[in-house]
C-alpha cells in the first residue's frame, strides 16, 4: 500500500496533501514528493494529512526528516489532520512541527501569524451573488 500525493501553492504558503497510508512502502514516495516541493516554491508548507489512512513510525520518521530538509531550505512544514490512530513522535533534536487539527485551521493559523486577511474577508460581490453563505457584500 502506497501513498498519492499533491502540492499546492497559495500565496507564500505550500500544500502537500497526502492520502492512502505512509508506511514502510511509501517512505520513498514522500522523500520525492518533499524533493518535489523543497525544489519549487518558498515558504513554509502544511503537510495535509486529511486523506491519509493511517502512518506507521517509519511515517512519522519521514514527517521528521522532511521537516529537517525544509528547514535545511529555509522553509518551515505544519501539519494538518494527522490520523486519529496516532500522534506525531518527533526525534527531539529536528525543528518543531506545528500540528493543527485540520487544513483550514492551519490555513487560519498561517494568516494570523503573516497579518494577512481572514479567509472570506478578501471577496466582495454584489448581494445576488450566490455563494452558499448569508453574506453580501
Known sequence: MTIEWRYTVEQDL???SVSGFLGPDAVRRFEGAVGWVVGRGTGPVV??????GSWSAEGQLAIVEAARRLAD??????????????SLVPCGDGPPIPVHADL????A?????????????N???TTGWSSGDDAGG
Not at 104 to 107: F, N, R, S
Not at 109 to 121: F, V
Open 123 to 125: 471577496e466582495w460581490r
Open 104 to 107: 483550514a485551521g492551519a490555513l
Open 73 to 86: 531550505a529555509g522553509r518551515g512544514l505544519e501539519l494538518a489532520a494527522i490520523p486519529a490512530d496516532g
Open 47 to 52: 503537510v495535509d494529512l486529511s486523506g491519509l
Open 14 to 16: 505550500g500544500i502537500l
Open 109 to 121: 493559523a498561517h494568516r494570523t501569524r503573516h497579518g494577512e486577511t481572514p479567509e472570506g474577508r
